[in-house]
Each structure stands twice: as C-alpha cells, then as structure tokens.
C-alpha cells in the first residue's frame, strides 16, 4: 500500500539531547513537509522540500534541521536548541501542482521532553 | 500575510443533527481551499476541496462551496454521526508550496 509512515509514534527525550524523527513516503511524491501541531494552535510549518538535496525555511524552523538526500525520505532532527519542543509533529508530501496541491499526512509523531 | 479563521470549538451536537463549521480566509489571490479531518491520535486526512470559485467539494456526506464574495468555505452536513467526531481544519494553499491552517474545530456528537 502507498502511504507516507513516521516513526517513532511516541519518542521521549531528555533536556539538551538531539532527537531525529523519521518520514518515508512511497507516493513518487517531489514534495515533502514538515509541520508542527500543539494544542489549540492549528498546524506550522518548520521546513519543506520540493526536490532532492534542497529546502526551504517554514514559519518556525529554529531549532530545527532536515535533511532530503533521497527522495522518499524526509527526516526532521529536534536540536538542543529548540526551547519547547514537546508537540505533535506531522510528515506531509505531494506532487508539486501549483495552488492546487493536495497534501497527504502521516500518521505523527508525538515528542515529550522529560 | 494569508490566513485561515475558523469558528472556535468544541461543536457538540446529537446524532443526526445538522453541523456548520464556519471558515474564512484572508488571501492576496486566488487560493485552493480544504478541509482536513484528524482522529485522535492521529494524522490529517483530506476531506475534500475546492481550487476555483463558486466550486462545490464534497465527500462522505460533507459538502463546502467555495465562496469568493465572502471569502468563505463553510463546512456542512447534513445528519452527523457519532464516528465524524474528530478536528477539522480548514487551509489554504496560494503559493504552491506549504498549506496554512486554521486552529482546528474539535466537534463531539453524542448517541
């Protein structure tokens, strides 16, 4: 089955340690995303690629990184540097259409500072 | 900048009663629209979408049409039941690259 998958579901992790959360698709899709959901908030965006070996910054992207060296691969490492990163953290990807680009997510990671 | 408002939650409603979610937007162009669901614990889904004017998405039952006069996308249907329970978001998608979410409508219907 094509699907987009997020590992891990749940990942803790203590003050001042770098965490990287995985996103695979097997859509073909260009395009992958990063948004972050906390309570209340709706959905940001911390970063975006739309081909392989380039991205671009998204709305909250400090304290973040991403790497895409393979198309179908998008991960998202939390650094030490980000003040409060205890969310929701959701993988997207898409063909790149225009403004008529539909997004299709998967199924989160949810990352609990202790 | 673009954005998305939605009426703030919860909605709670009895099943087979009628359900609006109001949306807006505030947009320089001409932007796609959507509506996402999301159940607990987990991921968006795309519901449905509208890329023009005046266009109708729908899907499962739940119908928005996208109005350019009053920058709206409300979502309605007809007769909710117990298993649409869940957030739904509205976004915009202008530029061709990251959608922008409203907050989210969290909506409960009861038995």
């Known amino acids: 089955d094509g699907g987009i998958t997020q590992s891990p579901k749940y990942l803790f992790r203590k003050e001042g340690q770098n965490v990287t959360l995985s996103c695979e698709q097997n859509?073909?899709?260009?395009?992958m995303y990063w948004y972050r959901q906390d309570p209340g908030q709706g959905l940001r965006l911390i970063y975006y690629?739309?081909?392989?070996?380039?991205?671009q910054k998204g709305d909250i992207a400090e304290g973040y990184s991403v790497s895409r060296e393979k198309k179908e691969s998008f991960p998202l490492t939390v650094t030490s540097a980000q003040k409060n990163p205890t969310a929701f953290y959701l993988c997207a990807s898409s063909f790149p259409s225009g403004r008529a680009d539909t997004q299709y997510f998967g199924p989160g990671t949810r990352l609990t500072v202790l | 900048g673009d954005s998305v408002t939605q009426m703030e939650g919860p909605v709670t409603l009895s099943e087979e009663a009628f359900l609006t979610i109001n949306c807006t937007y505030t947009a320089t162009g001409y932007p796609s629209l959507f509506w996402y669901v999301q159940y607990p614990g987990e991921g968006l889904q795309l519901l449905l979408k509208?890329?023009?004017?005046?266009d109708k998405g729908s899907n499962k039952g739940f119908e928005a049409t996208y109005r350019k006069e009053t920058t709206s996308f409300h979502l309605e249907k007809g007769s909710v039941q117990v298993s649409d329970s869940a957030v739904y978001f509205c976004a915009l998608n202008q530029a061709g690259t990251a959608l922008i979410f409203g907050k989210g409508t969290t909506l409960s219907v009861s038995s």
């Open positions: 859509l073909n899709h260009d395009a």
């Open positions: 690629s739309q081909i392989v070996n380039d991205f």
């Open positions: 509208a890329t023009k004017a005046d």
